[in-house]
T-cell receptor
């Protein structure tokens, strides 16, 4: 079964600085998606960035970028120029891309709570 | 706005009671997923439906049941409620079983408090 591990329960960063959140996963599949979701105090789940496993190029969305290491099964999130609004819980998630599979639910890590200091 | 609608947003009830949470997926989405998030916890997968049929089950208690109707909306029924069932219940939808982007779109959640 696939698993997602986030080893940093809490992180803190100064405003305008850069922070990296770690995520590792375990799977025997070769085709899958990886995601980072943000959950602010409102508790809404907001997609931050996605990565398709077949793509070697790391995904980037404005100040958010990932370091995807497929062989190492590592998927870290880098937030540049951190802003107060980035303070939230961040979840790493895995989803199989196998069509018709019963395992294509999103599997979440336990989350990293990011604090942004002014 | 993700396009996924969940009602009610908040619900307070007593132990032993039964509640129904409703989810309307995005227009055109055939897959619906239910997740439970207890206080300060991650999201636990409960159950998935695709086009009216159950596709996958997670750690869903026997006191809980769900269904997806012909119009694709879904309901999660929670019965014989216990204090530990207090949580945020999310519904998510996707266009198919995997979809082009693989993304799930989440509703705002239904916060259940059992007193």
């Amino acid at each position: 079964a696939q698993t997602v591990t986030q080893s940093q329960p809490e992180m803190s960063v100064q405003e305008a600085e850069t922070v990296t959140l770690s995520c590792t996963y375990d799977t025997s599949e070769s085709d899958y998606y990886l995601f980072w979701y943000k959950q602010p105090p409102s508790r809404q789940m907001i997609l931050v960035i996605r990565q398709e496993a077949y793509k070697q190029q790391n995904a980037t969305e404005n100040r958010f970028s990932v370091n995807f290491q497929k062989a190492a099964k590592s998927f870290s999130l880098k937030i540049s120029d951190s802003q107060l609004g980035d303070a939230a819980m961040y979840f790493c998630a895995y989803r199989s891309a196998r069509y018709g599979g019963a395992t294509n639910k999103l599997i979440f890590g336990t989350g990293t709570l990011l604090a942004v200091q002014p | 706005d993700s396009g996924v609608t969940q009602t009610p947003k908040h619900l307070i009830t007593a132990t032993g009671q039964r509640v129904t949470l409703r989810c309307s997926p995005r227009s055109g989405d055939l897959s619906v997923y239910w997740y439970q998030q207890s206080l300060d916890q991650g999201l636990q997968f409960l159950i998935q439906y695709y086009n009216g049929e159950e596709r996958a089950k997670g750690n869903i208690l026997e006191r809980f049941s769900a269904q997806q109707f012909p119009d694709l909306h879904s309901e999660l029924n929670l019965s014989s409620l216990e204090l530990g069932d207090s949580a945020l219940y999310f519904c998510a939808s996707s266009v198919g079983l995997a979809g082009v982007t693989g993304e799930l779109f989440f509703g705002e959640g239904s916060r259940l408090t059992v007193l």
